[in-house]
């Protein structure tokens, strides 16, 4: 099956925004969503959870993105944010967009990336300070 399309990288300096978007073609509203970042070569369930959303908007973000990160997801386009604000040079990664499927993962619990099936190839994020 299709894959997500993560995209919005690129460089910047400390507290510039960003937005990262990811698309995906099918079955968007049902599916919960997440966000996930790695800087370092490693194996794919090792990547920082960063942020999710289930079907019905509630979300969970990492305790260090809190107050800075926002996700959203528009089920009309399709389409899942992650708005970045005050970047820090310690958010420098690759982050990339993940589905969960089966609708279970997204909980302060159970987030995490060995639970998201389906990976976007991810868009990189550089802050310079």
């Known amino acids: 099956q299709a894959r997500p399309l993560d995209s919005g990288g690129g460089s910047v300096q400390t507290g510039v925004p960003m937005r990262l978007t990811c698309a995906l073609d099918y079955l968007f509203d049902v599916f919960f969503m997440g966000w996930f970042r790695q800087n370092q070569v490693t194996e794919r369930n090792l990547r920082e959870a960063v942020a999710c959303i289930d079907s019905d908007g509630r979300n969970v973000y990492a305790e260090s993105v809190k107050g800075r990160f926002a996700i959203s997801r528009d089920n009309a386009e399709n389409k899942l944010y992650l708005q970045m604000n005050h970047l820090r040079p310690e958010d420098t990664a690759m982050y990339y967009c993940?589905?969960?499927?089966?609708?279970?993962?997204?909980?302060?619990?159970?987030?995490?990336?060995?639970?998201?099936?389906?990976w976007g190839l991810g868009t990189q994020v550089t802050v310079s300070s």
């Open positions: 993940a589905v969960d499927r089966s609708g279970m993962y997204c909980s302060d619990r159970l987030f995490a990336a060995r639970h998201f099936g389906v």
